[in-house]
């Protein structure tokens, strides 16, 4: 029995698992897969938008540009790479450059501040990788790039060290109510209870949704292609490029990522199945071209991989954020789509405040609202480099060659609250795996230091959870022995 049960442990859940951890309530986190950061949340553009695209007066548009706000002291916060580097979005038709007026006041409209239409020389002097036929561009210097499998993780874990429980591998399969007003879930791992229930289940909130309330809501799995390219390409621009946004969304974007890398990304794709992250040639090839309108010279024959996300798209393209009228204690956080990313804070703000009232929570006298994130040896001198491997040689044991990840880093990643417990759970969290080679070289010495610490077979040890087992069965030796 909970007061509160948040469904889903993407940036959303666990941001409003932190905000909740602040009061005296027992708080559960229930969430389908593995381990945090599992849908959206690990598949998405990774950008701090500036607030300037959602429609005036919007919810969208308040929760941008407030969470674009708390980013800074978020990021400090929690210990997580966190960048303004400032956005720019490029007009390529000179029959179009109205529409960047159009913009720069919605964006003054919704709050949003230093934002500046540039000329085509001006742009083209910030960014001479800019396409020729470039037009003219709008500024936005608050817009920033993160980390978004930190910066989730960090928030659930910080979450986690103030007391809420996070469920895993626990998927919700029916909700119902009984005549006290509790809220029964029952899952693949037996039945939760709780006084209110926050659904914050992403691409599945409106199957929730429609569990408990007569007046449906629908959301529409809409698929983004992405390329990822080396870190050579990395500094092929400075500054996040958006072309002018369509009714699908802010359209193809370059940008750098806070690892050094360039993104190329997304498409928009409408689809009917929730876990469609398949990526296709053709939106790979189409968005290839729509970026090349924008950015010139783009050096493709570096991508290292691609990958495809899916966004929460609700009919009304606005975020859903209260409690259902003929569903008391039923709070919805649905149609989180872009900029959810950088409302994810906002909205934790928001839910928070709202349970806080309705609950008549009160505040803890020992919230800890810092977290320590893993210690990255690259950001040493030489001296305290030294000092650190003669202390605990393991860092100076390197696992992962392109991205220069020690064992040390591993052994916190796993050991931590809420540790990695997978391939990937150890990816998130380090970059073991994320770079050239994309995990040629490491995954057989991180599968045996998994298989060691966590002390599991090495034929559990998995990519991802669930059935995503590598070693399938043991094979005889040459001496006739099991190797």
């Known amino acids: ?43 998405n553009s990774a950008i701090i938008h500036a607030g300037f695209d959602a429609e005036e007066g919007s919810l969208m548009a308040k929760m941008n540009v407030r969470g674009n706000e708390m980013m800074d002291q978020l990021a400090e916060d929690l210990d997580i790479p966190f960048k303004r580097i400032g956005a720019m979005v490029v007009c390529v038709q000179k029959d179009t450059l109205d529409g960047l007026q159009t913009l720069y006041e919605r964006g003054v409209a919704n709050g949003v501040k230093g934002m500046r239409i540039l000329s085509k020389e001006e742009a083209m002097a910030m960014e001479p990788n800019l396409s020729d036929n470039v037009e003219g561009a709008l500024y ?12 989730n993780i960090a928030m659930a874990e910080n979450a986690a060290d103030n007391g809420v429980e996070f469920r895993f591998n626990t998927k919700v399969e029916q909700i119902t109510k009984d005549d006290a007003g509790i809220w029964h879930l029952r899952t693949n791992n037996g039945e939760y209870k709780a006084r209110y229930v926050v659904n914050a289940a992403g691409v599945y909130a409106d199957v929730f949704h429609n569990m408990v309330s007569d007046k449906k809501i629908h959301i529409t799995p809409r698929r983004g292609d992405y390329c990822l390219l080396d870190k050579e390409a990395g500094n092929h621009v400075s500054h996040t490029i958006f072309t002018l946004p369509t009714k699908l969304g802010k359209g193809v974007l370059v940008t750098p990522t806070v690892h050094g890398n360039l993104i190329v990304g997304p498409t928009a794709v409408d689809v009917n199945d929730r876990e469609g992250t398949n990526t296709t040639a ?10 090349n309108q924008q950015v010139k010279d783009l050096p493709m024959r570096k ?15 606005e975020f859903i954020i209260q409690e259902v009228e003929d569903a008391p204690h039923f709070i919805d956080v649905a149609g989180i789509e872009s900029p959810g990313l950088t409302s994810c804070p906002a909205i934790g703000e928001m839910v928070g405040e709202m349970l806080r009232e309705k609950m008549s929570l009160t505040p803890k006298d020992n919230w800890i609202a ?96 669930g059935r995503s087992t590598i070693v399938m069965e043991r094979t005889k030796g040459a001496n006739g022995g099991e190797a």
């Open 1 to 43: 029995m909970y007061d509160v049960i948040i469904i889903g442990a993407g940036v959303t859940g666990s941001a409003i698992a932190r905000e909740l951890s602040r009061y005296d309530a027992n708080v559960c986190v229930l969430e389908k897969c593995e381990d945090v950061c599992e849908g959206t949340s690990k598949a």
């Open 140 to 151: 936005a210097p608050s817009s920033g790039i993160v980390c978004p499998f930190i910066l």
């Open 282 to 291: 053709a939106g790979i090839a189409d968005l290839i071209t729509k970026a």
């Open 303 to 317: 991508v290292i991989t691609s990958f495809a996300g899916l966004r929460a798209h609700e009919d009304h393209h």
């Open 370 to 465: 810092k977290r320590k994130g893993i210690l990255n040896p690259q950001t040493l001198t030489m001296e305290e480099r030294n000092a650190l491997i003669q202390k605990e040689p393991a860092y100076g044991n390197i696992i992962c060659r392109c991205e220069s990840i020690s064992e040390g880093e591993i052994l916190d990643a796993i050991h931590r609250t809420l540790g990695a417990r997978s391939l990937d759970g150890v990816k998130r969290r380090t970059r073991a795996g994320m770079g050239r080679c994309q995990a040629g070289f490491c995954s057989p010495r991180v599968m045996e230091i998994l298989h060691r610490e966590l002390g599991i077979p090495l034929e559990e040890v998995t990519k991802s959870g």
